[in-house]
DNA sequence: CTACGATCGGAGCGCAGGTTCCGGTTCCAG
DNA sequence: CTGGAACCGGAACCTGCGCTCCGATCGTAG
């Protein structure tokens, strides 16, 4: 790959990033293009597709806070940071957000990365869930799909309104517990 | 009114209804039409835009799940019969689940509808929560900001992905009591 | 029944955004 | 240095959708 294409693919990344976090998904690939200092023609040669390009962001973000826990699927509590850090980033990601709280009503052509996504998110989930849940700090009827719900839905509305994401991530992680000690504060 | 003119008016509401339902704010107002068996013009004619359409649905689900509280201001369980109540509806209404949740990021036009919807919800929201932390329900340190959001959210996911809107609402209610009694199941 | 005005329907306008196309430019092998 | 392949940029195209317009139609007062 010539430099300059290298150059401008990792511009483009990282306009994108920018924009879909301030815009989320509906943001205009003639913004990205724009913030990027390029043509749009330059963008449709690196990703395909705007589709393509979102995905990339995506699963880049999905991957940190995945790798995040490796070596920690022991750990009762990983499950807890988990999830906080889930809704913590989301809450300046809106295009992260988006794509982990649609999984029902999504295009043909985005069902193969949603079932991907929620591969890679399950997995991991089930392990840090089992390891919570066997340790007691979880309730055990709870299960991987409610998590993944309450996650997505409290990831969406983490980034607007009166309420930090560490407040919401830490009352649903209450209401999972099944139970702090009376009179917990939520963190933050 | 003419009464074909008041025909057509229902239709395109009860139309509205199931369209703006299933395909969310999103759905064009061809579809409204079409299944109100009416030109796009007559749907014009009754709601100067199709926001005004959306608003009128919307409110109208809201001044719903608001009156059904009525006179129950002082019972600390109506809380959590709100509560599931929203969620329940918001998980079969796409349109109701993203005007909750989307408070931060709308444009100018309806800024207003959101803020009018924002007081008459958190009005009835503040005086349930108050009597619901009076008696000990919920935990003190919960605010309505906190409530709104959580709502919002989860109304977001309870129509899609493998958990019912029930489960969800009985989750996040035991993540807002500060703890049921161990091993409490949520119903559903 | 008739006439008039309210109402209807859907073709069409304007705009926004995804995608394509192609002439000009830039990098690198020889 | 230089030829040509890869790359760049943005004008243009196409589709979808909110909304308007106006001739045709329908309900109702008289």
Same mark, same amino acid.
């Given at each position: 790959?010539?430099?300059?294409?290298?150059?401008?693919?990792?511009?483009?990344?990282?306009?994108?990033?920018?924009? +879909?976090?301030?815009?989320?998904?509906?943001?205009?690939?003639?913004?990205?293009?724009?913030?990027? $200092?390029? $043509?749009?023609?330059?963008?449709?040669?690196?990703?395909?597709?705007?589709?393509?390009?979102?995905?990339?962001?995506?699963?880049?973000?999905?991957?940190?806070?995945?790798?995040?826990?490796?070596?920690?699927?022991?750990?009762?509590?990983?499950?807890?940071?988990?999830?906080?850090?889930?809704?913590?980033?989301?809450?300046?990601?809106?295009?992260?957000?988006?794509?982990?709280?649609? +999984?029902?009503?999504?295009?043909?052509?985005?069902?193969?990365?949603?079932?991907?996504?929620?591969?890679?998110?399950?997995?991991?989930?089930?392990?840090?869930?089992?390891?919570?849940?066997?340790?007691?700090?979880?309730?055990?009827?709870?299960?991987?799909?409610?998590?993944?719900?309450?996650?997505?839905?409290?990831?969406?509305?983490?980034?607007? $309104? $009166?309420?930090?994401?560490?407040?919401?991530?830490?009352?649903?992680?209450?209401?999972?517990?099944?139970?702090?000690?009376?009179?917990?504060?939520?963190?933050?």
């Amino acid at each position: 790959m010539r430099s300059d294409a290298l150059r401008n693919r990792l511009r483009i990344l990282e306009a994108a990033e920018t924009v +879909f976090a301030e815009g989320g998904t509906a943001a205009p690939i003639d913004d990205v293009a724009a913030r990027a $200092g390029v $043509g749009v023609g330059t963008v449709y040669r690196h990703f395909p597709t705007k589709r393509a390009l979102l995905e990339a962001i995506v699963r880049h973000h999905v991957d940190e806070i995945v790798d995040a826990t490796d070596g920690a699927e022991g750990d009762p509590e990983a499950f807890f940071r988990f999830v906080e850090r889930m809704v913590s980033v989301a809450g300046s990601h809106r295009e992260l957000a988006e794509e982990l709280a649609l +999984f029902g009503e999504c295009g043909e052509e985005a069902l193969a990365f949603k079932a991907d996504l929620t591969e890679r998110l399950d997995r991991r989930l089930a392990c840090l869930l089992a390891a919570a849940q066997t340790s007691g700090a979880v309730r055990a009827d709870v299960t991987v799909e409610d998590v993944h719900a309450l996650i997505g839905g409290t990831c969406v509305v983490a980034g607007s $309104g $009166g309420s930090s994401p560490e407040r919401l991530a830490a009352i649903i992680a209450d209401g999972l517990r099944g139970g702090p000690p009376r009179g917990a504060a939520p963190t933050g």
